[in-house]
């Protein structure tokens, strides 16, 4: 990554993310740090050189900084394509070896998480163009989510999802049920020592 992809991408930041509310000033911040944390991945992460170290000394402080800023942790080994938006960027945790495309759109409380042991040979999801991922979605795993696709809120993702696809949380399951005679006096110290007793 050059000075030239720095700003053209920066640029797209900024456009996708436009408006004066607290959470896209919040999402330019933090798309500002992740690209710096990009730049400085590719052209001084060198492995046993000594230059490497100011990429371990930009993590650490953009690791603070995006905790401080939005809660939230997306390293600069992240491949991110133009145009990300972030409608509310906080709680979001992405897979350092993650890939996202163009023009994706990531809602609050998302996880976008690597499979193994191994930080060699990672196994992250891979995601296309102009996917929009909803509030509290789990995606993990070796997995390729292709372009076009909707995951809707509270989604868990651990299989492939084919382009032009939408993909829903299974549907909420209601039944009635009776509390028990042994279910705590709310208040009582049971209830206080064991706070689940109260639907025993």
């Not at 060699?120 to 997995?143: C, E, M, W």
Request: one cysteine or more; proline letters at 6%; charged letters at 20%.
């Amino acid at each position: 990554m050059d000075l030239s992809e720095l700003f053209y991408l920066l640029k797209w930041d900024c456009k996708v993310n436009r408006g004066w509310s607290w959470d896209r000033i919040r999402a330019v911040l933090l798309l500002f740090e992740i690209r710096i944390e990009q730049y400085i991945h590719r052209n001084f992460h060198r492995p046993g050189k000594p230059c490497s170290m100011v990429w371990y000394a930009c993590r650490f402080l953009g690791s603070l900084y995006q905790w401080l800023l939005c809660n939230s942790n997306i390293p600069g080994t992240i491949k991110i394509g133009r145009g990300l938006r972030l409608p509310h960027p906080q709680n979001i945790i992405l897979a350092g070896y993650a890939e996202i495309g163009e023009f994706c759109t990531i809602y609050h409380n998302v996880s976008i998480a690597w499979n193994g042991f191994f930080p060699i040979k990672p196994n992250s999801p891979a995601i296309g163009d102009r996917v929009l991922i909803g509030t509290g979605v789990i995606i993990l795993g070796d997995i390729a989510i292709g372009s076009h696709v909707l995951i809707g809120a509270g989604a868990v993702v651990t299989h492939s999802v084919p382009p032009y696809s939408r993909v829903t949380n299974p549907q909420v399951e209601i039944r009635a049920i009776r509390t028990s005679d042994q279910a705590a006096l709310i208040g009582s110290e049971r209830h206080l020592d064991d706070p689940y007793s109260i639907w025993r």
